[in-house]
């Protein structure tokens, strides 16, 4: 018997151990998957990036943040009860929720806008969030500095169409093949730039130059390897082969010069991008996971992220030009007070744009009931006009505007802040102007109204241009 009941202890006291090595190994593993959850997350600078499905909750500042849903391109967004909707940060700055300083860098219905989705790699659920704590920068000056020097009074205006994520048309013309891509990044105007030795492009950290190569005869682009983060790195392309004093291997401090822009008779530009890839970027593979960094150069800029928006007293908007015709400032996109106009188009619009219509000589915006027909970013307006706004001061305004379609007859009718300025109705490729208006303005927007006829026809305009009165 006595040995029996040893037997039976033994056997008790085996399972008990068996047990409690299973729950360990369980601990064990739960401790390892989450920790290869955190090492798919971001850290760049003060801010970390992370992936989200709806309803998935993250701890961060001792706070809980939970992405509850996402709509169109916006994102739900709860911090510890308080709740707010942020919009994808095409061109947007950081909101302050509850203590906790947030951007969402991308979400899964503006990453399958379009064709060159594997761009945005790093977004696997619904939504790319950044967080980040607001008492510090989301990248020390001290460290980081604006990749394009401004020792030549450089002005970033941030109105290029092909801001990181847009809905971009790259084929303007070829209109059976459409190709609407993300933008592999944000290209920075260097109009005045373009083949001369002006506004150098420097360093953004210290780090070190992986590759400088050459595609074309005039044209290059360099690999630069974060020091902050060795994960991290930034392309610059675009660059003149004739004014490149990076090397490969190279080590550089911030701040350093590396190249000058290059450019052609009409237009140049940096197409700068920052990425986290899978495996070494190569030249053919130099776009691969696209982290959404606007938030940050806004901040470079400015050193603060405060919205500095633009106050306009005259100015004339040419839409829809070929890109190389007006330094790819389409005025396509939706308004935001960043740049201080826009399109008024609301949550309903996920391409946070409207469409862009040009020949090789002339160029508008076409307007209709459904924008985007036949591809992903299919959205049908819930009003039968469209507004155009622009921030300017309280006062008095001459008006007017051209209408009209490339390519398409076209039916407009057109208002300037509630007052009529005519309906026209117009063949393929014939344009005409309003007469000039006297408006006023009593809200510090100034707005132009085209109307539509019905779902079908589409409405065109390619000129807008108002003046105060003193």
């Known amino acids: 018997m006595i040995y029996q009941n040893k037997n039976r202890t033994s ?3 085996n399972k008990k151990w068996y047990t409690l090595i299973w729950i360990i190994f369980l601990i064990i593993f739960s401790t390892i998957s989450h920790a290869q959850d955190i090492s798919q997350f971001i850290k760049w600078g003060n801010a970390v990036y992370i992936d989200l499905t709806s309803g998935d909750s993250v701890n961060y500042l001792g706070k809980v943040i939970k992405l509850v849903s996402i709509e169109n391109n916006y994102c739900t967004v709860n911090v510890n009860g308080d709740r707010k909707q942020i919009k994808v940060a095409r061109r947007a700055l950081p909101e302050v ?19 060159d989705n594997q761009y945005h790699g790093l977004t696997q659920k619904d939504a790319l969030l950044c967080l980040s704590d607001p008492s510090f920068p989301l990248l020390d000056p001290k460290k980081y500095t604006f990749p394009i020097s401004r020792r030549d009074d450089y002005k970033w205006t941030m109105d290029e169409s092909s801001h990181l994520f ?4 790259l084929i303007e013309w070829s209109l059976p093949n459409h190709y609407y891509r993300s933008h592999e990044g944000i290209d920075l105007n260097m109009h005045d730039a373009r083949g001369k030795q002006l506004h150098p492009l420097v360093a953004i950290e210290s780090g070190r130059i992986m590759w400088v190569t050459h595609p074309t005869l005039d ?5 630069l390897k974060s020091e902050t983060n060795p994960d991290v790195y930034y392309v610059y392309k675009h660059i003149y082969n004739e004014y490149i004093y990076a090397k490969n291997g190279q080590k550089v401090t911030k701040g350093d010069v590396l190249a000058y822009i290059w450019g052609d008779h009409s237009w140049g530009h940096l197409h700068f991008t920052v990425i986290k890839p899978d495996s070494f970027p190569f030249y053919e593979n130099r776009y691969e996971n696209i982290v959404s960094f606007f938030p940050q150069m806004y901040e470079l800029w400015y050193n603060d992220l405060e919205y500095h928006t633009p106050v306009y007293e005259q ?4 839409f ?13 996109s939706e308004y935001d007070d960043i740049i201080g106009y826009g399109w008024n188009l609301g949550k309903w619009c996920t391409a946070a744009a409207v469409e862009v219509y040009s020949n090789k000589d002339m160029g508008n915006i076409r307007l209709r009931k459904i924008l985007w027909a036949g591809t992903a970013a299919w959205a049908e307006n ?13 006062g008095t305004y001459k008006v007017l505007a051209r209408v009209g379609d490339c390519l398409l007859p076209s039916w407009q009718k057109v208002a300037f802040e509630g007052m009529d300025a005519g309906t026209y109705l117009l063949d393929n490729g014939e344009y005409t102007w309003t007469p000039e208006l006297t408006v006023t303005v009593a809200d510090g927007k100034l707005t ?13 305009v390619c000129d807008f241009k108002f003046s105060k009165l003193y």
Do not use: H
């Open 97 to 115: 929720i509850n203590g906790v300083r947030i951007f969402a860098g991308d979400n899964r219905n503006v990453k399958y806008l379009t064709t």
């Open 166 to 169: 847009s809905y971009y048309n």
């Open 315 to 318: 100015k004339r908007f040419t």
């Open 382 to 394: 819930p009003n039968n006009y469209f507004n155009f706004e622009v921030n300017v001061e309280n």
């Open 219 to 223: 044209e290059g682009c360099l690999l």
């Open 11 to 13: 056997i008790w006291i």
């Open 320 to 332: 829809g030009r070929p890109y190389y015709s007006i330094e790819n400032k389409k005025g396509d």
């Open 448 to 460: 132009l109204t085209i109307l539509l006829k019905d779902q079908y026809t589409c409405a065109g």
